[in-house]
């Protein structure tokens, strides 16, 4: 018999070991030894109360036995000699396209215009390190994508779009560890990721896959509305008549081929900001109620917050606790931040990105002479901007969070992780008012809901604006574009995702589209 319980657990009673067990007990009225094995579903804690509580969703295997396998089977064939789908890009969507296309029988040729993760490191440490850019490898492009040196949270609303679950299953089985089917925001660690990607990658070689790396796609050819064949940048051509376009939210060169193609295109809006970076203490003071250090079994303290200014969202974006600020750039001359935190979350800063939503259709009037690409050109301009105005290199433009707010430049920065270096800057008056005036606003009204959190020891940095594709590459119901045959629009890149386990559905399902008429 088996037995589903929820049950609260006081902060001191996850101290003892056995707490399930014997609630389980308790609650069910058996003897302990009836009980063969107690399995956590899911874990949660409530902080919103001084009293903090774990909320656990356990099974109870009453003299029964405990499963020892997952009730996810991967079924991966040998491909070598099937019909190939080829996949561009190898971030979570093109993986997980490659992985479906094994199960079903068909065999995935990716295309990744940048290295594999151990060969990334280096210029992701040219970037840190010389402030040079590698526009082919950096924290966006590359084996895994953006996601694999960027945290590696796996938390998504996404819950209608497939089988979570079976996202989850697949990357414990590829070596994650299983914590990650039972938190409530689980996360891998992109000290963690890396393993798992290439985990990945030898279950596609294994199995009869190609995965081409360092392989830039230049264009497409096509006639009567038909892909024919894939140009690569070494000048070779490569057949081909389904494709699964996985380029992700940064590959501006394959918004701007297919623009001056004239594929359609539509603007799409996103949103674009800041980060904020404060000391991980001050963030668990305020969530976990407690003047000193944090008791030993709570994790390091995130939070959420959103707030309407002037009808628009200002929310907090991909929050690290624990975590670092890292330069996001995808071309020099520019200056982009984003997230990241390691397995154990134990750096000493707490980051998030703090972003505004920007409404193509309202919002960019200057801007309607680029078309579907307005949103990607506005994007553009307050990278340079931020590129400008932190020094001309990776150097980031920064200002205490007090100071952004009340509009005086900063006389000194307070201690940051991000590695490239800050340099103060008005932001305030720096970014559009579209954005920096609802920023303050937002501000303002985030310390009012979290006391504390308004303080002159948090820095903003700018400019956190990667945060989703200002472009949709159109599909159909059949998820094919409406006016390329062959060609399958995916992921975070064609506007169909926001995160790791978005991406990674939408891949499995592009690929069971593309396989669909064969």
Do not use: W
Request: with cysteine.
């Amino acid at each position: 018999m088996i037995k589903e319980l929820q049950l609260r657990i006081s902060l001191k009673e996850e101290e003892r070991s056995d707490i399930l067990l014997q609630k389980a007990s308790h609650i069910l009225d058996i003897d302990k030894e009836d009980i063969t094995g107690v399995k956590v579903l899911r874990k949660s804690i409530d902080a919103r109360k001084p009293k903090i509580v774990f909320n656990y969703k356990i099974a109870v295997y009453i003299r029964e036995v405990l499963p020892k396998t997952s009730e996810y089977q991967f079924d991966y064939k040998d491909v070598s000699k099937a019909k190939p789908i080829h996949i561009i890009g190898f971030g979570p969507a093109g993986m997980y396209a490659a992985l479906r296309c094994i199960e079903l029988g068909f065999k995935p040729i990716v295309l990744e215009r940048g290295k594999n993760v151990k060969d990334r490191r280096r210029d992701l440490k040219a970037i840190n390190r010389d402030h040079f850019v590698n526009e082919d490898s950096n924290y966006c492009f590359g084996e895994g994508g953006a996601g694999t040196y960027s945290d590696g949270k796996l938390y998504t609303r996404s819950l209608k779009r497939g089988d979570v679950r079976r996202i989850f299953e697949n990357l414990v089985y590829h070596g994650a560890t299983d914590q990650i089917l039972v938190d409530a925001h689980p996360h891998i660690g992109t000290n963690k990721l890396p393993k798992v990607v290439q985990n990945i990658r030898e279950t596609i070689l294994k199995h009869g896959g190609e995965i081409h790396f360092e392989t830039r796609v230049t264009d497409f050819t096509i006639k009567n509305n038909k892909i024919q064949a894939i140009q690569l940048l070494n000048g070779n051509e490569m057949p081909a008549n389904r494709v699964i376009l996985a380029t992700g939210h940064s590959a501006r060169d394959i918004f701007y081929l297919l623009h001056n193609k004239e594929i359609a295109l539509e603007a799409k809006s996103f949103a674009m900001g800041v980060r904020v970076e404060h000391p991980q203490h001050i963030i668990d003071a305020i969530q976990y109620h407690c003047s000193g250090d944090r008791h030993e079994l709570l994790p390091p303290a995130s939070y959420s917050l959103v707030q309407q200014v002037n009808d628009r969202g200002v929310y907090s974006f991909c929050m690290c606790p624990g975590g670092f600020i890292v330069p996001a750039a995808t071309a020099n001359g520019e200056v982009v931040v984003n997230g990241m935190s390691p397995s154990k979350r134990n750096n000493l800063f707490a980051n998030s990105g703090i972003v505004v939503e920007i409404d193509v259709n309202k919002d960019l009037p200057k801007y309607e002479q680029f078309g579907a690409l307005k949103g990607l050109e506005y994007q553009k301009n307050l990278e340079r901007m931020a590129f400008t105005a932190g020094g001309r290199s990776q150097v980031a433009p920064a200002q205490r969070l007090t100071d952004f707010v009340e509009g005086r430049l900063s006389a000194d920065l307070n201690p940051t992780s991000y590695q490239p270096g800050l340099n103060s800057a008005p932001l305030h008056s720096l970014l559009p008012k579209l954005i920096g005036s609802r920023l303050r606003k937002g501000f303002d009204s985030f310390g009012q809901k979290m006391k504390g959190y308004y303080t002159s020891e948090a820095n903003i940095i700018g400019v956190e604006s990667r945060t989703s594709s200002p472009v949709c590459i159109p599909r159909n119901e059949n998820l094919e574009h409406p006016q390329i045959e062959g060609l399958f629009p995916c992921g975070e890149g064609g506007g169909y995702a926001g995160g790791i386990v978005s991406a990674a559905m939408d891949g499995e399902r592009c690929a069971e589209a593309a396989i669909k008429n064969l």
